[in-house]
């Protein structure tokens, strides 16, 4: 489930294009860093097979500064060898609680409150487990290039309850998970926090 060509493409061109128009004075060089940011638009309107542009187009439009990638942070929260999943509205499947990490919070701070706005259950965060590339780990193609942040950490305390984002939240055994969102976690992920859960003295992995 690799990204395809053109979604690399479009990624290039749009980063391209964001940190020109960040740092440019040249009134002709912003003018094609502009063009530049269309191209990139219908590359990726056109490899999605989207009827226009104009939604990519807005999206990157959105986007200002220098162009890094976006920071997803994720909680394999465990209770008496189960993990904690949600299950997200969007989708109607299951994932570790999370989602994009806000200026001005500290990543496990930002882990943690994820797990509670998500699930309703407090968590103590352990382990930095993994920072993982989007890209390299069988996640389905998305438009903007994604790091991911796993934290381990120990359920304790709270009540499962529904948020504007997910519906449920269950601790499941390894061997008895739901169908998982793979845009936010696969399977694999999910197995490589059990292991750090049997082994503690793991190393953080990282791409």
Same mark, same amino acid.
């Given at each position: 489930m690799?990204?395809?060509?053109?979604? =690399?493409? #479009?990624?290039?061109?749009?980063?391209?294009?964001?940190? &020109?128009?960040?740092?440019?004075?040249?009134?002709? !060089?912003?003018?094609?860093?502009?063009e530049? @940011?269309?191209?990139?638009a *219908?590359?990726?309107? =056109?490899g999605? *097979?989207?009827?226009?542009?104009?939604a /990519?187009?807005?999206?990157?439009?959105?986007?200002?500064?220098?162009?890094t990638?976006?920071?997803?942070? @994720? /909680? #394999? #929260?465990?209770?008496d060898? @189960?993990?904690?999943?949600?299950?997200?509205?969007?989708?109607?499947l299951?994932t570790l %609680? &999370?989602?994009?990490?806000d /200026?001005?919070? %500290?990543p496990?701070t930002?882990?943690?409150?994820e #797990?509670r706005?998500?699930?309703?259950?407090?968590v @103590?965060?352990?382990k930095?487990a993994?920072?993982?590339?989007r890209n390299?780990?069988?996640?389905?193609?998305?438009?903007?290039? =994604?790091?991911?942040?796993?934290?381990?950490? *120990?359920v304790? &305390?709270?009540t499962?309850?529904?948020?504007?984002? =997910?519906?449920d939240?269950?601790?499941? %055994?390894?061997?008895?998970? %739901?169908?998982?969102?793979l845009?936010?976690?696969t399977?694999?992920?999910?197995?490589?926090?059990? *292991?750090?859960?049997?082994?503690? !003295?793991?190393?953080?992995?990282y791409?």
């Amino acid at each position: 489930m690799s990204n395809p060509q053109w979604l =690399t493409w #479009a990624r290039r061109l749009q980063a391209i294009s964001q940190s &020109g128009l960040t740092y440019c004075q040249d009134k002709f !060089d912003i003018q094609r860093y502009h063009e530049i @940011r269309d191209i990139a638009a *219908e590359i990726a309107a =056109t490899g999605a *097979e989207l009827p226009s542009a104009a939604a /990519v187009h807005d999206l990157f439009s959105q986007q200002s500064g220098y162009a890094t990638p976006k920071v997803d942070v @994720r /909680v #394999a #929260a465990f209770r008496d060898n @189960r993990i904690l999943l949600v299950r997200e509205l969007q989708d109607g499947l299951w994932t570790l %609680p &999370g989602g994009w990490a806000d /200026v001005g919070e %500290p990543p496990s701070t930002a882990a943690a409150r994820e #797990a509670r706005e998500e699930s309703g259950y407090d968590v @103590r965060i352990t382990k930095l487990a993994a920072v993982f590339d989007r890209n390299l780990h069988g996640h389905p193609p998305y438009i903007f290039h =994604t790091y991911k942040l796993f934290f381990l950490a *120990e359920v304790s &305390g709270g009540t499962p309850q529904n948020s504007h984002e =997910t519906a449920d939240a269950q601790l499941f %055994p390894q061997d008895r998970l %739901p169908p998982l969102s793979l845009t936010r976690v696969t399977p694999s992920q999910i197995a490589h926090m059990f *292991e750090h859960l049997h082994h503690p !003295d793991l190393p953080t992995s990282y791409d």
